[in-house]
T-cell receptor
Framework: DAEITQSPRHKITETGRQVTLACHQT?????MFWYRQDLGHGLRLIHY???????NKGEVSDGYSVSRSNTEDLPLTLESAASSQTSVYFC???????????FGEGSRLTVL | AQSVTQLDSQVPVFEEAPVELRCNYS??????LFWYVQYPNQGLQLLLK??????LVESINGFEAEFNKSQTSFHLRKPSVHISDTAEYFC??????????FGQGTELSVKP
């Protein structure tokens, strides 16, 4: 079955370190998204991509970057982790612009 | 700009009681609306969606939501809840290009 997987599921890191969260989908969806989930804020969009070599900033993109070298993967990189980036991160994909997203299981990141 | 407001952060109910989770949106474009459910330690799953047509939409597990254009609302209802419905519920509106804009979430807690 097609799916979307995130790794690692849990990570603890230190302030200032670079961290990359992986996202891999096997649906062949063009659209991919990264959200962060924080109590009281719901889900906020970090970055998104509509296809290979396309990346766009969301509402909370500062301190994050993404790259899209193929259809299946959209890794999220924190260049220099900060305590404010402690959160649960969700990757999602969608086939067309219908808004129906398929989510991964999430990656819980703790920055000490 | 599009936005979503979920009017209740927590809704405690007893098993077999009815429940309503409230959602209001603002959008200047055609409205696509969604409810997603998140069970503990899992990703989000689509519960139901309104794209066009009948303003009353239903899910396979007994939830329903009604699109009300005049009140800009998309409230989620279930006539009789089960313990297994305990989860966080997110209302969302489709933004430009297939992005989803989420509300802050409503934690539904069903007590025996």
């Amino acid at each position: 079955d097609a799916e979307i997987t995130q790794s690692p599921r849990h990570k603890i890191t230190e302030t200032g370190r670079q961290v990359t969260l992986a996202c891999h989908q096997t649906w062949n969806h063009n659209n991919m998204f990264w959200y962060r989930q924080d109590l009281g804020h719901g889900l906020r969009l970090i970055h998104y991509s509509y296809g290979v070599q396309d990346t766009n900033k969301g509402e909370v993109s500062d301190g994050y970057s993404v790259s899209r070298s193929n259809t299946e993967d959209l890794p999220l990189t924190l260049e220099s982790a900060a305590s404010s980036q402690t959160s649960v991160y969700f990757c999602a994909s969608s086939p067309v612009n219908t808004g129906e997203l398929f989510f991964g299981e999430g990656s819980r990141l703790t920055v000490l | 700009a599009q936005s979503v407001t979920q009017l209740d952060s927590q809704v405690p109910v007893f098993e077999e009681a009815p429940v309503e989770l409230r959602c209001n949106y603002s959008s200047s474009v055609s409205v696509y609306l969604f409810w997603y459910v998140q069970y503990p330690n899992q990703g989000l799953q689509l519960l139901l969606k309104y794209l066009s047509g009948s303003t009353l939409v239903e899910s396979i597990n007994g939830f329903e939501a009604e699109f009300n254009k005049s009140q800009t609302s998309f409230h989620l209802r279930k006539p009789s809840v089960h313990i297994s419905d305990t989860a966080e519920y997110f209302c969302a509106v489709k933004g430009k290009g297939g992005k989803l804009i989420f509300g802050q979430g409503t934690e539904l807690s069903v007590k025996p």
